[in-house]
């Protein structure tokens, strides 16, 4: 069963601590996303990723770290310098090599962090 | 950051009415994206619309591309509760074709 997989659905962190959120696709995209949601907010890129081993800052990448060593997994870890944590995350991908450059993005179900 | 802009930002309305969403860019689109996000779920591709004046329909729902490539808009026909949720535009901007979502029109549907 194809699909990208966000774990875990709801987080809870102290303030201080970094957290480390999971990504995994099984779609064998290429490009992978992070976004953060705020209630009433839209969508905003926190980095991205087009090929392994290779990523990209989006527009709020303060406070947030990524990875991509592997295709299939783009885990992004919340620090400790990120002011305001607490969000809806959001993890994508999409196919954007060749002739499919410009196709939809799939989303995981998503990470709700709350950190007190 | 970069976002392009989507007007209303909350829209309520009877169920039976129509409901239109806009989105607009400063810069012209290769192409633009519509998604769907219901309440507590995540975002769900409607449509991709890619040609000058393209106008695509998906039974009550109908998309259009402007003439210019700076805008698009979603229109609803005869609201249903089922239509509630939040609608995005997306496009891909910037060298590395990143997507960059609208700030998102949120559709309330009274019964």
């Known amino acids: 069963d194809g699909g990208i997989t966000q774990s875990p659905k709801y987080l809870f962190r102290k303030e201080g601590q970094n957290v480390t959120l999971s990504c995994e696709q099984n779609?064998?995209?290429?490009?992978m996303y992070w976004y953060r949601q705020d209630p009433g907010q839209g969508l905003r890129l926190i980095y991205y990723?087009?090929?392994?081993?290779?990523?990209q800052k989006g527009d709020i990448a303060e406070g947030y770290s990524v990875s991509r060593e592997k295709k299939e997994s783009f885990p992004l870890t919340v620090t400790s310098a990120q002011k305001n944590p607490t969000a809806f995350y959001l993890c994508?991908?999409?196919?954007?090599?060749?002739?499919?450059?410009?196709?939809?993005?799939?989303f995981g179900q998503g990470t709700r962090l709350t950190v007190v | 950051g970069q976002q392009v802009m989507q007007i209303p930002q909350y829209q309520h309305v009877q169920e039976g009415e129509d409901f239109t969403t806009y989105c607009n860019s400063s810069?012209?689109?290769?192409?633009i994206q519509w998604y769907k996000q219901r309440p507590g779920g995540h975002p769900v591709f409607l449509i991709q619309?890619?040609?000058?004046?393209e106008v695509k329909k998906q039974k009550r729902l109908t998309f259009q591309f402007g003439e210019a490539k700076k805008n698009s808009s979603l229109h609803i026909t005869a609201t249903q509760t089922t239509d509630v949720g939040t609608y995005f535009c997306?496009?891909?901007?910037?060298?590395?074709?990143?997507?960059?979502f609208g700030t998102g029109t949120l559709l309330a549907v009274q019964p």
């Open positions: 990723s087009q090929i392994v081993n290779d990523f």
């Open positions: 779609l064998n995209h290429d490009a």
């Open positions: 810069t012209t689109l290769s192409n």
């Open positions: 997306a496009q891909r901007g910037g060298a590395t074709n990143k997507l960059i």
């Open positions: 619309l890619v040609k000058s004046g």
């Open positions: 994508a991908s999409s196919i954007e090599t060749g002739a499919h450059f410009n196709t939809e993005a799939f």
